[in-house]
């Protein structure tokens, strides 16, 4: 038990579940900066304990073997801890310890974005009821403190539309693709190589990390969980040096982006996570390698765009202590955490494929003969989908052609059936490639 004097600064013990990237930076930097924290909170955070996968492990920073355990619950259950860092990942284990802290009276900071994203609702209530903080800036983009701004900064605005690059990893790939004619496999080898891609790499190639954290972020704007089996998800696998060029071509570069509409006249909100041809003078569109970007458009301030690194030690370390210092200030009452926005599906609800409006990118690969094209438009025509431009590339020794198009304006449910039967078309030689073209005034 830590003795006070009046002129000792009061001593608050973290304990750190799961010693990975993020657990080993907090640790680092909160003793890095220890002598800050008196200064700022009249109390001293102490990192105390850590749970580890393998005590045998070797790690970066420096730890005292009597402070790390394989029974991450032991750390929960340590009178001497006050705060606990839950930064295990995965989803039942972390919301069982998440939940016992909770129960015991200690708050809890999370990077945890498929927790959030599954559990959210459920944990945010427990830890009211509990009369505890539930920090979790670091779910969403590492650095960038997206969900302070939207929690506390911007809370004056409506959103009609977020949207950004919430994967360093796929945006990483994309940008050598583009900038150096380098093939996806190739950069994803190099990516794998430099420890940016997830032990289970559908997460990032396949949209799903970004997906967790475009579903966290439509609740903070508009108050509504969205089911993660009713957004429409999307990797970046199928997109091709060809496609980027392309995209060049139209005045656009291909980034993986989650999207947030709400048109406030039907109160109804849109989720998707999709690969997009995004104009050329975005800010989000000339934001490379690892970075991520948001972009805020709000009914009071006009348009915010937020960038930096959205994954890695520091980054993600710095949302996660700063969500420390909120807590601990919450228990000093020096500050409170705004209460979270929770509508019901009366006031807002998801749209339907129907309503949701825009632009795409169609790459076909074709037999190379003449009327191919016709019948192509014909197919599209039937489903209401007009052409805005058509270019093909011929292939030599007898391969398919690439057609590639682009539509004026239709729907998302429309341009779906024309997809599905433009793949049974003969003549089409595989599953046509679809991206949006990603216009940022669009509305549904």
Not at 187 to 206: F, I, P, S
Not at 259 to 279: D, G, K, T, W
């Amino acid at each position: 038990m830590n003795i006070q004097t009046q002129d000792t600064p009061k001593v608050l013990n973290v304990g750190i579940l799961g010693f990975g990237t993020v657990g080993q930076g907090t640790w680092k930097h909160l003793l890095e900066n220890g002598k800050f924290w008196p200064k700022i909170l009249g109390s001293q955070l102490v990192p105390t304990r850590a749970s580890v996968r393998s005590l045998e492990k070797e790690r970066s920073v420096e730890i005292p073997s009597d402070c790390l355990t394989t029974d991450s619950a032991s750390i929960v259950n340590d009178p001497e801890i006050d705060l606990i860092c839950e930064l295990i990942g995965g989803v039942e284990e972390a919301k069982e310890l998440t939940i016992q802290a909770f129960a015991q009276g200690k708050s809890v900071i999370t990077a945890n974005k498929a927790l959030i994203c599954e559990h959210g609702e459920e944990l945010f209530r427990l830890a009211e009821q509990a009369g505890v903080g539930y920090g979790f800036e670091a779910s969403v983009a590492g650095g960038i403190p997206i969900i302070k701004v939207l929690r506390e900064s911007l809370v004056a605005n409506d959103f009609p539309l977020i949207y950004g690059i919430l994967n360093g990893t796929s945006n990483y790939i994309l940008t050598r693709m583009e900038k150096e004619g380098a093939s996806f496999e190739e950069v994803l080898g190099d990516a794998r190589e430099l420890g940016y891609v997830e032990a289970d790499e559908a997460l990032d190639l396949d949209g799903v990390d970004a997906a967790h954290k475009a579903v966290i972020l439509a609740y903070l704007a508009h108050g509504i969980w969205v089911d993660l089996n009713e957004v429409t998800v999307e990797g970046v696998r199928r997109i091709s040096n060809e496609d980027l060029a392309a995209a060049e071509n139209l005045g656009c570069r291909i980034k993986l982006i989650g999207v947030i509409r709400r048109n406030f006249e039907n109160n109804h909100v849109s989720v998707a996570v999709h690969p997009a041809l995004i104009p050329v003078e975005e800010t989000i569109a000339r934001t490379d390698g690892v970075h991520n970007g948001i972009c805020l458009n709000g009914s009071v301030v006009g348009t915010v765009v937020l960038t930096g690194r959205g994954a890695g030690q520091d980054p993600t370390a710095s949302s996660v202590i700063s969500d420390l210092v909120d807590v601990v200030k919450g228990m000093q009452g020096l500050s409170s955490m705004p209460k979270l926005l929770h509508v019901s599906p009366e006031e807002c609800s998801l749209a339907s494929p129907q309503e949701i409006a825009g632009r795409f990118y169609l790459r076909l690969s074709v037999d190379d003969r003449p009327g191919q094209l016709a019948k192509v438009a014909e197919c599209l025509a039937e489903r209401g989908i007009s052409l805005a431009t058509v270019s093909q590339t011929p292939h030599e020794n007898n391969q398919p052609a690439s057609l590639i198009l682009t539509t004026h304006q239709t729907n998302e449910h429309s341009i779906a059936q024309a997809v599905d039967q433009l793949e049974q078309l003969p003549g089409v030689m595989d599953k046509p490639v679809l991206f949006r073209m990603f216009d940022p005034k669009g509305i549904f």
